[in-house]
Structures are given as structure tokens and as C-alpha cells.
């Protein structure tokens, strides 16, 4: 199947947008670690919708109603999280690179 310009576009902008979207996930997790025992404290969580044709995601920070009793379970989800979103933001960058390289193997094979 050749590649068309399109596509490899499309490779980089999604993997560009799931690094912004694993940045996003990766600050909000450490936000919540950060201020856990700060009163008052609301948790933030990242929602993620895909972008229709162009293969990429967005994202959105929502705050959660403040509540004290499940802060210990949360603190756990958080600092899994953190850990997902590093692999999420290297497996991006992976992507990035790949198309990088393809298309440097492009220019030189047409030079």
C-alpha cells in the first residue's frame, strides 16, 4: 500500500496530539498528588474524545466534587496513572520519530 502525503501527516499529528494528551494526563495526575491534603482539594481527571479524520485525540481537565473518604484509593489511581501516561507519551514519541525516519529514508532514496 503506498504512502501518500496524507498519511504521513496524519502520523505525525497523532502522534503529536497523543503526547499533548499524555503531557495533560501526566500534569493533572501530579496536580492531584500534589494537593491531596489540601483542604478543599478537588481532584481533576483528563476526558479524552478523538478528533474525526484526523486520527488525533483532545483533551479536557474536569474537576471532581471535593471528597475526603476515597482519597487513599485515589492517590493510588494517580500514581498508576502517572506511570500510564509516561508509557503513553513514549509510545507517541515513538511514533513521531518512525515517521521522521520514514521520511528521511524517503528524501534520501529520491536524492
Same mark, same amino acid.
Given at each position: 500500500?503506498?504512502?501518500?502525503?496524507?498519511?504521513? !501527516?496524519?502520523?505525525?499529528?497523532? @502522534?503529536?496530539? *497523543?503526547?499533548?494528551? $499524555?503531557?495533560? =494526563?501526566?500534569?493533572?495526575?501530579?496536580?492531584?498528588?500534589?494537593?491531596?491534603?489540601?483542604?478543599?482539594?478537588?481532584?481533576?481527571?483528563? !476526558?479524552?474524545?478523538?478528533?474525526? @479524520?484526523?486520527? *488525533?485525540?483532545?483533551? $479536557?481537565?474536569? =474537576?471532581?466534587?471535593?471528597?475526603?473518604?476515597?482519597?487513599?484509593?485515589?492517590?493510588?489511581?494517580?500514581?498508576?496513572?502517572?506511570?500510564?501516561?509516561?508509557?503513553?507519551?513514549?509510545?507517541?514519541?515513538?511514533?513521531?520519530?518512525?515517521?521522521?525516519?520514514?521520511?528521511?529514508?524517503?528524501?534520501?532514496?529520491?536524492?
Amino acid at each position: 500500500m503506498p504512502i501518500s502525503p496524507a498519511s504521513s !501527516v496524519s502520523a505525525t499529528a497523532t @502522534g503529536l496530539s *497523543g503526547l499533548r494528551a $499524555a503531557q495533560q =494526563r501526566m500534569d493533572t495526575h501530579a496536580h492531584n498528588i500534589a494537593n491531596v491534603a489540601t483542604s478543599g482539594f478537588q481532584r481533576q481527571t483528563v !476526558v479524552q474524545t478523538e478528533q474525526p @479524520g484526523t486520527g *488525533g485525540v483532545n483533551t $479536557a481537565v474536569r =474537576r471532581e466534587p471535593a471528597s475526603g473518604s476515597e482519597s487513599g484509593s485515589q492517590l493510588a489511581e494517580d500514581l498508576v496513572g502517572q506511570r500510564m501516561s509516561l508509557y503513553s507519551f513514549a509510545a507517541n514519541l515513538k511514533t513521531v520519530r518512525t515517521q521522521d525516519d520514514m521520511l528521511g529514508a524517503l528524501l534520501d532514496t529520491k536524492a
